[in-house]
């Protein structure tokens, strides 16, 4: 090739680079310039790694854009990346862990004061709708406590979406139960928190926001709502119309997030 046709070329690849995707190798030649709002230099950095490792195994399974787009959009990518980082840390797992005081029955994590209960995915969300929904008019947590999540059983106090709770659930934790009842009442002891694991799980489903600019929405949703609208007896979609965040709720979560350290 001639210098001119090189140049061609090269300004041709870029402007692939910079334009709508059409297959999984184009979004991931995007990943370099996609920023993770609110979460701080380091863990987006952390989460393009984990993003980019991602799509280089969709290319080489062959995944169309639509598919790996569809897993990017609904978080699903953000859980199993947040579980792989979550993984690692219980490698070597940090006093937050070894020392937990956290056990069945002990709710006062559950206590969702502000409404919201946590920033969640739209495969988390649907997940937590299909489990609770059959129990759909039961007597619910907020039989406990009027702020509980109504994922609870009132009586014994046990998370009856065990299996289908969301990452926000599963990176709670706390050294302290007397703190975590004193802060479920507004209070603001120390010894409880979230696992530094969690911040990459928001900073991947950040990153993938702005990858998919242009090709598909990444909500998040209001984890309480969730769970008061399977329980209330609406349908699914209903529930996660409702319970759909504005979009700054994301960035805001990183920034939480990012400022709180993780455990
Ligand atoms: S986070 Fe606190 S309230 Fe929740 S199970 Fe652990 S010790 Fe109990
Ligand atoms: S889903 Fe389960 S673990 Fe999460 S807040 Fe509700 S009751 Fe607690």
Request: hydrophobic content about 40%; glycine content about 10%.
């Amino acid at each position: 090739m001639n210098s001119r046709t090189d140049r061609r070329a090269a300004g041709k690849s870029q402007g692939k680079a910079k334009g709508r995707p059409t297959t999984v190798a184009d979004l991931r030649a995007r990943l370099d310039r996609a920023r993770a709002a609110g979460a701080g230099k380091d863990a987006e950095a952390r989460a393009r790694r984990m993003l980019a490792a991602y799509l280089d195994t969709a290319v080489a399974h062959g995944l169309s854009l639509q598919q790996a787009a569809g897993e990017l959009a609904r978080g699903q990518a953000a859980v199993r990346l947040g579980d792989v980082s979550r993984d690692a840390l219980m490698q070597n797992p940090p006093r937050a862990v070894t020392e937990a005081a956290c056990a069945e029955g002990c709710a006062f994590c559950c206590i969702l004061q502000g409404g919201d209960g946590g920033t969640i995915t739209e495969a988390e969300a649907s997940r937590l709708h299909d489990a609770l929904s059959p129990l759909a008019g039961q007597p619910d947590g907020r039989g406990w406590h009027p702020a509980a999540c109504p994922a609870l059983d009132p009586e014994t106090r046990a998370c009856r979406a065990y299996e289908a709770r969301p990452t926000i659930c599963r990176s709670f934790i706390s050294t302290d139960a007397e703190a975590c009842r004193v802060n479920a009442e507004g209070g603001a002891e120390t010894g409880a928190g979230l696992l530094g694991s969690h911040l990459d799980y928001l900073a991947v489903h950040a990153l993938s926001r702005d990858l998919l600019k242009g090709l598909a929405r990444v909500p998040t949703y209001a984890m309480a709502r969730i769970a008061q609208g399977a329980i209330d007896g609406e349908d699914r979609a209903t529930t996660l119309d409702a319970a759909r965040h504005k979009p700054r709720a994301l960035e805001d979560a990183c920034r939480d997030a990012a400022k709180a350290g993780g455990r």
